[in-house]
Structure formats: C-alpha cells, structure tokens
C-alpha cells in the first residue's frame, strides 16, 4: 500500500507543476488560484458539515490548521505559478520544490529531536549539488528569465517545509479530510482578498482555464496534497519529504514531451544526482531503523510521531 500510495503521490504532485503551466497561460497565478480554491471550499464545507466532522476540534488546532494551510497551500503555491510564469521551467521548479528533504533532515534534529547521520549529511550535499546543476542548465538555456526568479520556488519550499513541521509537532489527531477542508478554505479566502484588491477576481472565458482548474482541482489538490498529509501519517517526515526528489525527474521529462521544457546533457546529470541523494537518504533511514524492530519498546511511535495528523 505505501508503494502505491508513493506512485500516486509523485504523479499527482507533478501534475501541479504541469497544471500550473497550462494555467498560466491563460491568466495571473492569482485569479487560477482563487478559482482553484473557492469551489473546492464550497464543496469540502458542505461534506465537513454534512458529516459533522468539525467534532472534538479545538479551537487551538484550527488555528495551527488554519496557518498549516495558508503555508502549505496559500504561500507554497503562489511562489510556485509566479515561478513558471516568470519563465523558470516546471521541471526546474519541481527540483528546487524537491529540496524540502535536505531541509526537514537538516531541522529534524533540533526541532523533532532526531539527528542526521554522516549518510544523510551526503544526500543532502548530493541533493544540493544536482538542484545547482539543473538550475544551472535551464538558466543557460533560456532567455529573458531574470535572476531572481530562481528564488522564488525556494520561497514557497520554505513555506511547506515550515508547514510540515508545524504539523509535526501537533499533538492532535485530525483527520486528513478535516485538515484538507480547512486548508482550502484558508486559501480561498487569502486568494479571493488578494484577487478582489488587485482586480484579478473575473475569470477569462477561455475553455482552456476551465480546463486547467479542473486539472489543478482533481489532481494535485485532492490527489498530491491529499496524499501528502496521509503519507505524513503513516510514514513520516523524512520518508515523504525524500519522495520529492522523485517528483523532479517526473516533471522535467513530462514538461518536455507537453511544452518542449529543455532537457539535456547536464538537465539529466542533475537529475541523477537528485536521484541518487533520494538512495542515500533512505538507505540510511532503513539501516538505522533495522536495529529499532528487535524490541516492543523500540517501535512504539514518538510524542511527535503520535501527534503526527
């Protein structure tokens, strides 16, 4: 089920790279987002009230769900579509999105009390080494994209990585679909006030739009970031954050056969490098999870693995 789970998650999260291309050819991240959110609010408040999933939820954890979403969701996202639409390729877009991993080990210790071995420390400098690569290949390659706007994904891959161990710490256990509602209609409301104050509420005509937020409503929203918050549950922090490196290679293969992205020589070294920090990351994670299985004490989960939702 993991591996599954695992298969889907990467797809559908790489369908938010490509989803926000064809966006964004159409209109302003702004007015796609706001449209992207305000029926999936609609529709997952009228669920949540039907199946009084609302129960037992504390008015402390949704405000911490409440800021979850408008960094996992509002924040990531935004840096995301103003990323593409400044001309940085999907695929270039997903990777340094894919850096989360290298970050969340780096934190892990300090903010969750776990600490990164020396093979961690090595997937994080081969992670690194293959963001600047690839970076490097599409900035060389392309014309007319300024400098900066190689920043802005690590903007919104700091939101989500600040996301992610908000959550962490949560002691609470809400239930994805209770998460996933409130998540979006955070975001509703922050993309509808920022589209109303700069006049990118009204939505163009185009049948293309549509089909774009239709894209970006059933794939990545409910498939990516759905699965995102499952996975979290049942498997970690650094396990999921590591499938990120995964996302990158899809993307970039998926944006050149639908747009043309470029995809060479040193786009591919950059990505096996990417790749091959995902296989140290986890063989190290496996190996040192190998001893803890021995005894019953041993696999009893964490405070923070307990409160993990």
Known sequence: MNILLSAGFVL?????????????GTASAVTILTWRFIPLAVVLLAVAAARRAWRGLTAHELARQALIGAL????????VYEAIRLGVSSGTTALIDGTQPLIVAVLSGPLLGRPVARRQWLGLCLGVTGVAIVTAADAAARTGVVWWAYLVPFAGMLSLVTATFVQGRSRAEVPPEVSLTVHCTVSALLFTTLALSTGAVVPPAAPEFWGAVAWLVALPTFGGYGLYWVMLRRSGVTEVNTLMFLIAP?????????????FGVRTAIG???ALAAVVVVRAERTRAAAPRCVTARSVRPSPAERGRA
């Open 72 to 79: 996992s969701q509002s924040g990531y996202l935004l840096t």
């Open 271 to 273: 990505l096996a490098t």
């Open 12 to 24: 559908c999260w790489s369908s938010g790279f490509i989803g926000a291309k064809l966006g964004t």
């Open 250 to 262: 899809v993307t970039a293969v998926w944006g050149a056969l639908m747009f043309g992205e470029p």
